[in-house]
T-cell receptor, first 117, second 114 residues
Framework: DTEVTQTPKHLVMGMTNKKSLKCEQHMGHRAMYWYKQKAKKPPELMFVYSYEKLSINESVPSRFSPECPNSSLLNLHLHALQPEDSALYLC????????????????FGPGTRLTVL | AQTVTQSQPEMSVQEAETVTLSCTYDTSESDYYLFWYKQPPSRQMILVIRQEAYKQQNATENRFSVNFQKAAKSFSLKISDSQLGDAAMYFCAYRAQYGNKLVFGAGTILRVKS
């Protein structure tokens, strides 16, 4: 089963709110990813976790804070966001046979559509 | 740095006909992976097909097949017997053999006419 789940599906928040996005997979994958996607654009990589350790941070502003509590879960904590942060946030996972090395096909979740007012 | 180019912003195809989406890429690596992802209006990214660069045989998945030309750095997707459900944005993506990053093209919107 190649399923990645994300909650919530939609989120509306004010610029002073704190909220979290959640991602879960039960495929035994050890690499997990957060992407940001604007309409009609390709996804932009934000963070990569490999074996529960942050391996890539694509210079994302600190108002986005990722967390990987265990090998199945990935969170993205949001605080003091700006209206330009409104986008679809996609989570993905893949096998990672070597920590930080070879990774297999990435499978994506359905995304969380975030609106910042 | 690797780049992926999809030169067709939009394509249209009649239902039951065949359409080919183009993708070219630039890399100095000899081993890598190429992917086509489909993103329908629901915006779930769905893997369509995957190709390993060391394999000369073109990948196929039911009605979807690729024409992989390694020397030309070209990786086109052919959709046969197009169906209404094929309407989506299609992204070509590259991944180095050892790495986590997917490099995406800009995408091609495919419209299917009934």
């Amino acid at each position: 089963d190649t399923e990645v789940t994300q909650t919530p599906k939609h989120l509306v928040m004010g610029m002073t709110n704190k909220k979290s996005l959640k991602c879960e997979q039960h495929m035994g994958h050890r690499a997990m990813y957060w992407y940001k996607q604007k309409a009609k654009k390709p996804p932009e990589l934000m963070f990569v976790y490999s074996y529960e350790k942050l391996s890539i941070n694509e210079s994302v502003p600190s108002r986005f804070s990722p967390e990987c509590p265990n090998s199945s879960l990935l969170n993205l904590h949001l605080h003091a966001l700006q209206p330009e942060d409104s986008a679809l946030y996609l989570c993905a996972s893949s096998q990672d046979r070597l920590a930080g090395g070879f990774t297999d096909t990435q499978y994506f979740g359905p995304g969380t559509r975030l609106t910042v007012l | 740095a690797q780049t992926v180019t999809q030169s067709q912003p939009e394509m249209s195809v009649q239902e039951a006909e065949t359409v080919t989406l183009s993708c070219t890429y630039d890399t100095s690596e000899s081993d890598y992976y190429l992917f086509w992802y489909k993103q329908p209006p629901s915006r779930q990214m769905i893997l369509v097909i995957r190709q390993e660069a060391y394999k000369q045989q073109n990948a196929t998945e039911n009605r979807f097949s690729v024409n992989f030309q390694k020397a030309a750095k070209s990786f086109s997707l052919k959709i046969s017997d197009s169906q209404l459900g094929d309407a989506a944005m299609y992204f070509c993506a590259y991944r180095a053999q050892y790495g986590n990053k997917l490099v995406f093209g800009a995408g091609t919107i495919l419209r299917v006419k009934s």
